[in-house]
């Protein structure tokens, strides 16, 4: 895997980690951190694994933005910021790997908004979780984005107003993360739940998440055009073909991708 300044990738299996390396800074993503992790997440889509682990190194996951970097910036350059950001989350989603986020400390900001954005996500007992622009002067506009699709309108308003922290039950309750794990099976229960979520068709697989992303927010007329269309024509893949095939004959499929 490629080296990186504030990101570390390494690839195990069929699984590839993707940590955040800035552990003075608490994973506070500024413009190269960004940057990096794109990359790292485009670079992970061109491979064959099946799964990515997202995850910070040091005592959090990520604090959110850098404000260093951010209050040195005029509004377009901020805005350039944000569109950047904004890419990194949408790649996440646009990857065909399952992405999960493995979640210790505090994911706070745009480090809610990370965990939000990956498709699964599994957190430490002793993890927090906050949209902190509430109680502060700049308010998490875009980290409520994809927080704003996880979890109920009235929790949404309590986290994003407030500006507290709720904790990993929470999160939990709230529909924010798939899984708590004692601090010490943290890392047990995100595998376990990736080789779950990644067995079978890795082809299927792909074409399920970004059909799901294509219509989670569509209306559902337009949501079954979608699906409609996208499973016929996933009816006439490899994969699709030998799943079938081997349940008629009552065998083990053996996955031709």
């Not at 996951?61 to 890419?87: K, M, N, P, W, Y």
Request: charged fraction near 20%; hydrophobic fraction near 45%.
């Amino acid at each position: 895997m490629a080296l990186y300044e504030h990101v570390l990738a390494v690839r195990d299996g069929d699984t590839i980690h993707i940590t955040m390396n800035r552990p003075d800074r608490r994973n506070a993503l500024s413009a190269g951190h960004l940057g990096e992790l794109r990359t790292a997440f485009r670079a992970a889509a061109d491979t064959d694994a099946t799964g990515i682990v997202l995850a910070g190194a040091g005592p959090v996951f990520s604090a959110g933005h850098d404000f260093a970097d951010v209050a040195a910036r005029d509004i377009d350059q901020v805005r350039e910021l944000l569109e950047l950001c904004t890419d990194l989350m949408r790649t996440i989603q646009s990857v065909p790997q399952v992405v999960i986020a493995r979640v210790h400390g505090l994911a706070t900001a745009a480090g809610c908004q990370l965990v939000a954005s990956c498709d699964l996500a599994v957190a430490a007992a002793s993890a927090g979780f906050a949209l902190p622009g509430g109680k502060g002067g700049w308010f998490c506009h875009t980290p409520a984005v994809p927080v704003a699709r996880a979890i109920p309108r009235k929790q949404l308003m309590e986290l994003a107003l407030t500006g507290d922290p709720i904790t990993a039950a929470t999160a939990l309750d709230w529909g924010l993360i798939n899984a708590v794990a004692p601090d010490d099976q943290l890392d047990t229960t995100v595998t376990d739940l990736l080789a779950r979520a990644t067995r079978g068709s890795r082809a299927s697989k792909a074409l399920g998440k970004r059909t799901l992303y294509a219509q989670l927010d569509r209306p559902e007329a337009d949501a079954y055009a979608i699906a409609i269309e996208v499973m016929a024509a996933a009816s006439q893949l490899p994969g699709a073909k030998e799943g079938m095939q081997a349940f008629l004959e009552k065998r083990q499929p053996v996955w031709p991708d």
